[in-house]
């Protein structure tokens, strides 16, 4: 029996290390933030790290190195790339639970700007492949099941697969992307309506339920399903409630070396802290510990804490939690 088994993407991911500027372009009622190459000509990179990623093996590595047993459902291609993230799945005690497809693993180029935000040119390759009755549905024997953002056929299965979660009295937890957000919350619903723990960013966020303050997208997220739900906002912290009161973790201040992995280590840090059957306040507190860990390190796996390291940096310096009542 499994704690968690993660579900979603794997890739190989390839940090790009080059000069770039950021422009802003701003108007009455947008702002967007650009990385800026010239045109027309040879960019030199000052360096290369190819890093194994992915929501789904992220997470899978995280809940292993909190001290639960964690399996990773979902493909790898026939390709030299798919012997990367299977090693790094192996090195972490992470069992394989996925199809091996022939074909391409997913990859990534991830660009990174002077303020270390990243742009990320996504492959997906055989990511969107991932189908249901290809599942040894044997292997699935967990508590829990951590869906990471999926889409095309391979949402269509996630769609089954928590149906069938359900059916053997499994949890979810959910953790869509801006692109499944964007498609609305009647197209998530046949998830949101099975899903326990929803964690979401507060962009995401805006996109099923509209605009809001933090309490009233929390409230009419639940309305949707979930049981609890989180929302993270970047250097913000998270934020989530209970009955009485709306609680927000704030992160301590940190030099950031590169964001990629941060919500997979928060999200999956939460749960793992939910599954141990911690309160809410310290699930916060672990997942925002975590993923401060995760971006002072490049690459979304090389941050990722033990519980242990989690628990000594909580004794000697706990992030700080604002509470505030709900009414």
Known sequence: MYDVISVGSSTVDVFAHVQSELIKIKTASY???????????????????????????????????LGLRAGYLGKVGSDANSGMILDALKKEKVDFLGVKEKGISGYSIILDSIEHDRTILAYKGVNDLFDFDEIKKAKLKTKWFYFSSMVGKSYESLEKLAVYAK????????????????????YLMEVLSRTDLLV???EESMLLVGKGEIATL???????????VVITDGKDGAYTCDERYVYHVIPPSVDVIETTGAGDAFASTFLAGTIKKKGIVECLQMGCINSVSVISNRGAKEGLLSLRSIAQRLLRNPPKIEKKSLN
């Open 218 to 228: 929390l409230s009419e997220l639940s309305k949707l399903g979930p049981k609890r």
């Open 31 to 65: 702002q967007q933030d650009l990385i800026a190459y010239p045109c027309g000509s040879k960019i030199l990179i000052d360096g290369l790290e190819f890093l194994p990623g992915g929501g789904g093996t992220n997470t899978a590595v995280a809940f292993s190195k």
């Open 200 to 202: 979401l960013n507060k």
């Open 167 to 186: 059916a053997g009295n499994a949890e979810i937890a959910f953790n869509p992307s801006n692109y499944l957000a964007s498609k609305g919350k009647h």
